[in-house]
């Protein structure tokens, strides 16, 4: 298993635009969570699913900010409009069951200008 | 409000000494803790979770309730230890990080 896939990698985009980050979980995982890495505030919980469904979104900074999760494999977290200040890595991690260990993937690197 | 307290944000030691990397908690309930850290270039991963009490790569870190600590400890830290580390609470069914720690260890 790759683990935990996400993309892109790195996007850079101009303020006002739309940005979306993708996530793959890893399969057989049923809880998914998107994390926002900051150097002032750390790892911040946006949100998190249990078999496909929000549980908790109380992490979500904006109404500009939204996420779904379709399926089971995939995982998206959109930013409309983006702002500078969202510039930030977003991660999306996975789990199964109520296991306590996260399995993290690589990050998006979100550089808004 | 639960909440994890990392307060340094940088730790530089020589090879050889000791390591404590601080972190304090608030939670009303009965916590469950973990330390994750990130090398360069890897992914955020579990380093060690209380419950377990266990030693990984050297470190070790001890739930002080008293305290509201779990600080996480290595009597000789190495070269390969440098890294980023998170301490976090389970509260619900998440996990809470904190705001980190970056761990430089100089030859």
């Known amino acids: 298993d790759a683990g935990v896939i996400q993309s892109p990698r790195h996007e850079v985009t101009e303020m006002g635009q739309e940005v979306t980050l993708r996530c793959k979980p890893i399969s057989g995982h049923n809880s998914l969570f998107w994390y926002r890495q900051t150097m002032m505030r750390g790892l911040e919980l946006l949100i998190y699913f249990n078999n496909n469904v929000p549980i908790d979104d109380s992490g979500m900074p904006e109404d500009r900010f939204s996420a779904k999760m379709p399926n089971a494999s995939f995982s998206t977290l959109k930013i409309q409009p983006s702002e500078p200040r969202d510039s930030a890595v977003y991660f999306c991690a996975s789990r199964q069951g109520s296991a306590e260990k996260l399995f993290f993937g690589s990050g998006t690197q979100l550089s808004v200008l | ?107």
């Open chain 2, 1 to 107: 409000a639960q909440r994890v307290t990392q307060p340094e944000k940088l730790l530089s030691v020589f090879k050889g000494a000791p390591v404590e990397l601080k972190c304090n908690y608030s939670y009303s309930g009965s916590p469950e803790l973990f330390w994750y850290v990130q090398y360069s270039r890897q992914r955020l991963q579990l380093l060690l979770r209380h419950i377990s009490r266990e030693s990984i790569k050297g470190f070790t870190a001890d739930l002080n309730k008293g305290e509201t600590s779990f600080h996480l400890k290595k009597p000789f830290a190495q070269e390969e230890d440098s890294a980023m580390y998170y301490c976090a609470l389970k509260f619900t069914d998440k996990l809470i990080f904190g705001t980190g720690t970056r761990l430089q260890v100089f030859p």
